[in-house]
C-alpha cells in the first residue's frame, strides 16, 4: 500500500464548478498536510498547507482534513482555466515526506 | 512562501561529462534539502535527502557514487551528476525543509547529448 494516494484522473470541470481533489495517506502518525501545484513544465507549488482536524480556507481553496478517516482533501471554488494543472497531496510524518503521484486538473471554458 | 533558487535553470552537455546543480534556501535556513527527479509526464521522484553536515541519504536504486550530494551549509546544497550520459537527461528539483514546510526550486533541466 503507498503511503499518499490519489487518484491520477484526468478530473475535468467546467469554468467556475467547484473542483474537488481527493487524498488518503496510511500512516497515523502524520502531522502535517500539503497540497502542491505543479504546472507542465514547472516545478511544485505549496498552495495549501493543514495541521488539524476541519476545514482551512485561503481564497478560492480550502483543504479539509479528517484525520480519523485519514483523509484530506482540497476544494477549488470558482475554478479557473488556470487552475488547470497537476495537484499533488503530501504528509509530512515528522521525520519523512511522502507524495501522491497528483491528480490532473483540467478547467474547461 | 518561501524562496529555493537553482542554477543552471537548464544545461546541456555531452556525454561523459560532470554537470553540478546549486540549491540555494535564499530566506530561510533549510535544516534538510531534497533532491527530485521527475521525468515527462510522470510523478516526482525523491533522489535523497540530505542533512546540513551530514552525508546524504539515498534512496534505493539511486547510486550515490553518480549523483554527488554536498550540503556545506543551512542554505546551500549541490547535486552533482557525474559522467552524464543521456538516460540522465531528465527534470531535477530541490527543495528545502524548515521544519514546517517544503518549498521546490524552480528546478534544472538536464539534457546530455
Known amino acids: 500500500q503507498k503511503e499518499v494516494e490519489q487518484n491520477s484522473g484526468p478530473l475535468s470541470v467546467p469554468e467556475g464548478a467547484i473542483a474537488s481533489l481527493n487524498c488518503t495517506y496510511s500512516?497515523?502518525?502524520?502531522?502535517?498536510f500539503f497540497w502542491y501545484r505543479q504546472y507542465s513544465g514547472k516545478s511544485p507549488e505549496l498552495i495549501m498547507s493543514?495541521?488539524?482536524?476541519g476545514d482551512k480556507e485561503d481564497g478560492r481553496f480550502t483543504a479539509q482534513l479528517n484525520k480519523a478517516s485519514q483523509y484530506v482533501s482540497l476544494l477549488i471554488r470558482d475554478s479557473q482555466p488556470s487552475d488547470s494543472a497537476t495537484y499533488l497531496c503530501?504528509?509530512?510524518?515528522?521525520?519523512?515526506?511522502?507524495f501522491g503521484t497528483g491528480t490532473s486538473l483540467t478547467v474547461i471554458p | 512562501g518561501a524562496v529555493v533558487s537553482q542554477h543552471p535553470s537548464r544545461v546541456i552537455c555531452k556525454s561523459g561529462t560532470s554537470v553540478k546543480i546549486e540549491c540555494r534556501s535564499l530566506?530561510?535556513?533549510?535544516?534538510?534539502m531534497f533532491w527530485y527527479r521527475q521525468f515527462p509526464k510522470q510523478s516526482l521522484m525523491l533522489m535523497a535527502t540530505s542533512n546540513e553536515g551530514s552525508k546524504a541519504t539515498y534512496e534505493q536504486g539511486v547510486e550515490k557514487d553518480k549523483f554527488l550530494i554536498n550540503h556545506a551549509s543551512l542554505t546551500l546544497s549541490t547535486l552533482t551528476v557525474t559522467s552524464a550520459h543521456p538516460e540522465d537527461s531528465s527534470f531535477y528539483i530541490c527543495?528545502?525543509?524548515?521544519?514546517?514546510?517544503?518549498?521546490f526550486g524552480p528546478g534544472t533541466r538536464l539534457t546530455v547529448l
Open positions: 527543495s528545502g525543509w524548515g521544519g514546517r514546510e517544503q518549498f
Open positions: 500512516d497515523r502518525v502524520s502531522q502535517s
Open positions: 493543514i495541521y488539524s482536524n
Open positions: 503530501a504528509v509530512n510524518t515528522g521525520n519523512q515526506f511522502y
Open positions: 530566506d530561510f535556513q533549510a535544516t534538510t
